[in-house]
């Protein structure tokens, strides 16, 4: 499956960004998806990951509270919606598959496919 992001930008501190996520090549509805982030100098860290028919939700306690994932199997689309963003969201946001089937991990052992990335700048 291949992955495209987009959405990110420049907001200011207690803003709202939406990512997208589009899939292509694969079976979405077979896959838990997930966004990570990486900011400069740091490792890639787990944000959020929802489950193939998006019953199931989970979040980094970072961003519990403010970020909403969700999908649209019909569209083969995952979102990553951002709310009260603050300075330390800055980073470059990765969207990420992984079979259904596999047991949830949360890290980037736990996933298979990666998207490009896109830059959230978050100013205060």
């Known amino acids: 499956v291949q992955l495209q992001a987009s959405g990110g930008g420049s907001v200011q501190a207690g803003g709202s960004l939406r990512l997208s996520c589009a899939a292509s090549g694969g079976a979405f509805s077979s896959y838990r998806m997930g966004w990570f982030r990486q900011a400069p100098g740091k490792e890639r860290e787990f944000v959020a990951a929802i489950s193939w028919g998006g019953a199931s939700t989970y979040y980094a306690d970072s961003v519990k509270g403010r970020f909403t994932i969700s999908r649209v199997n019909a569209k083969n689309t995952v979102y990553l919606q951002m709310n009260s963003l603050k300075p330390e969201d800055t980073a470059v946001y990765y969207c990420?598959?992984?079979?259904?089937?596999?047991?949830?991990?949360?890290?980037?052992?736990?996933?298979?496919?990666w998207g490009q990335g896109t830059l959230v700048t978050v100013s205060s």
């Open positions: 990420a598959a992984v079979s259904k089937n596999r047991p949830l991990i949360r890290a980037t052992a736990g996933f298979d496919y």
